[in-house]
């Protein structure tokens, strides 16, 4: 009888353990057990939505649940990074960012809310879309010419953007710091939606922004793309030669990046399995096909620590444009 009851207590505190254990790992090794939520920071129908959205029905198929797009945007991106870094480190809240996000936000900010190195577990940088230069159609020569110009007559020329402080608006910055400071003044417009149109209407001389946003109006010749920031030219406008060509600068490359994170404190079984499943994802040909539609290369190299790793480099190397520019509000 004795015995019974010691077996019947060594069964019981095992079964207790095991529960104890089972609720303690089960929600990591199970994950995940319901639809997860990609918080896109900017309106829909935007490059970084468009690219969200895609990403999402991919990332689905490999984690065998729904990822939902939530678009919560609003002060650059601001609001929603915010709401992912106060949200709970389950794996269930995603944020699908860019270096507006993750790099301008700290720079240009006095006081900023988040830190996108502490504040964040890096998932991967998933991917980015290349960054040129166009003119107007009645703007005569290339970037070489523009920026002769530019030198000889500074402050008569004009270049527009999707907005002040966006990572295209700091591209133009950039490249204005690093031939010297010239002095070509930038307009600010909300979006690119309202950048391109002033420069097929002539309203500023040049504008930055995406190739995708750009190749149409391209061979459409409403606009001139004259130049690239990559480091070779693009098979989709072979003839436009890249910055570097252009000016004699080593490495002037700048490319529209998106990274996915989640909030700090996430398990590394999570994250670990996000990794695997985006990876496997940004593999997947129907995606390929998509991203290629709008001209977005996918990155599959960048993962975790690696991830952190680029972030913390596109600080270092911005922060100097962003000081010259003198953007840092007060």
Do not use: C
């Amino acid at each position: 009888m004795k015995v019974m009851q010691s077996l019947l207590w060594v069964l019981v505190s095992y079964l207790a353990v095991s529960a104890s254990f089972a609720q303690t790992a089960g929600p990591s090794a199970a994950y995940p057990v319901k639809p997860i939520r990609l918080v896109v920071p900017f309106p829909a129908g935007g490059p970084t939505d468009q690219f969200a959205r895609q990403y999402a029905q991919a990332l689905s198929t490999q984690l065998g649940k729904t990822v939902v797009v939530d678009n919560k945007s609003g002060a650059s991106g601001a609001i929603g990074s915010l709401e992912v870094k106060n949200s709970a480190p389950d794996g269930y809240t995603l944020l699908f960012g860019t270096a507006s996000t993750h790099v301008l936000y700290s720079l240009i900010n006095p006081k900023p809310q988040y830190d996108s190195i502490k504040d964040f577990t890096e998932i991967a940088v998933v991917g980015d879309a290349p960054i040129v230069f166009a003119v107007s159609p009645t703007t005569k020569g290339g970037l070489k010419e523009f920026i002769e110009y530019a030198r000889i007559n500074p402050g008569k020329l004009q270049y527009g953007s999707a907005g002040e402080g966006t990572y295209l608006h700091i591209v133009g910055e950039r490249l204005k710091y690093e031939l010297g400071g010239l002095d070509i003044q930038h307009i600010p417009f909300r979006g690119s939606a309202q950048a391109i149109p002033a420069l097929i209407g002539n309203q500023v001389n040049m504008t930055v922004d995406t190739l995708g946003s750009l190749i149409q109006q391209h061979r459409a010749e409403k606009l001139r793309i004259v130049a690239i920031a990559a480091s070779k030219r693009s098979p989709l406008i072979p003839d436009v030669p890249t910055v570097n060509e252009v000016t004699g600068l080593k490495d002037f490359q700048a490319a529209l990046w998106n990274i996915v994170s989640a909030p700090e404190g996430l398990s590394p079984q999570v994250n670990n399995t996000l990794i695997l499943a985006t990876t496997k994802a940004l593999k997947n040909p129907e995606l390929l096909e998509k991203l290629n539609s709008i001209s977005i290369q996918p990155i599959t190299n960048l993962t975790g620590v690696a991830a952190t790793g680029f972030i913390a480099k596109e600080l270092v190397s911005l922060r100097p444009v962003v000081q010259s520019a003198e953007l840092k509000k007060e």
